[in-house]
């Protein structure tokens, strides 16, 4: 089976600093990461993966992840925050091979103050 | 850029009622995805299917709900007698086929908010 925690439900940061989004997951199987972002009354869009090529991962809009096996962690970063960035964040796992679900975390909402 | 749609973006049915909610996957794509979204919860996976059958469904997915795939472009999600609870965003994904086998990024559709009274 396999399970993802986020650490927070709420995180507020003013812009230009660091966003930090923590995600840990279990998985009996070498794990495939995600995180998705979902703004209001949108879909999900793909920010970044982790397929078990580089730890480091690098995704859209800025935003990076470390696979951490050590730690069983995908936490999610970026540099400098921008108003634009509000939004909720989801961090997501599956298995690897063909169609896998993915099971979603509880999502963090990020919030972005001046 | 290819994206996967869905409708209607909003269905309000009654209780006991049929609704059919219908996807267009990425036409390359060969593996389709349900989920859903009740408000304020996390996104939970209700089915997946390849090859025009279920590949894996969730304790959700129990009788009252079916998929199809009726022709060569459409996906459905079919609740045959919906309830209350039955309520949430319903969000359709897709996704490729590697060379090795494997499919892992899944592009979803913007979602459909059914509302049942």
């Known amino acids: 089976a396999q399970s993802v925690t986020q650490l927070g439900s709420h995180v507020s940061v003013s812009e230009g600093a660091l966003v930090l989004l923590r995600c840990n997951y279990s998985?009996?199987?070498?794990?495939?990461l995600f995180w998705y972002v979902q703004y209001p009354n949108q879909g999900l869009q793909l920010l970044l993966k982790?397929?078990?090529?580089?730890?480091l991962v690098k995704g859209i809009n800025g935003f990076e992840a470390e696979f951490k096996k050590s730690e069983t962690s995908f936490h999610l970063t970026k540099p400098s925050a921008h108003m634009s960035d509000a939004a909720e964040y989801f961090c997501?796992?599956?298995?690897?091979?063909?169609?896998?679900?993915?099971?979603f975390g509880t999502g963090t909402q990020l919030k972005v103050e001046l | 850029e290819p994206e996967v749609t869905q409708t209607p973006s909003h269905q309000v049915t009654q209780m006991g009622q049929e609704v059919i909610l219908r996807c267009v996957p990425i036409?390359?794509?060969?593996?389709f995805y349900w989920y859903r979204q009740i408000l304020g919860q996390k996104v939970e996976f209700l089915v997946s299917?390849?090859?025009?059958?279920?590949?894996?469904k969730s304790e959700i997915f129990d009788d009252q709900f079916s998929v199809e795939r009726p022709d060569g472009s459409n996906f459905t999600l079919k609740i045959r007698s919906t309830k209350l609870e039955d309520s949430a965003m319903y969000f359709c994904?897709?996704?490729?086929?590697?060379?090795?086998?494997?499919?892992?990024?899944?592009?979803f559709g913007p979602g459909t908010r059914l509302t049942v009274t």
């Open positions: 998985s009996s199987v070498p794990p495939y």
């Open positions: 994904a897709s996704s490729d086929i590697t060379s090795g086998g494997n499919s892992y990024e899944q592009y």
């Open positions: 982790y397929t078990s090529a580089a730890t």
């Open positions: 299917f390849y090859n025009n059958e279920i590949s894996e």
């Open positions: 997501a796992v599956s298995g690897a091979g063909g169609g896998n679900k993915l099971t």
């Open positions: 036409s390359n794509h060969l593996y």
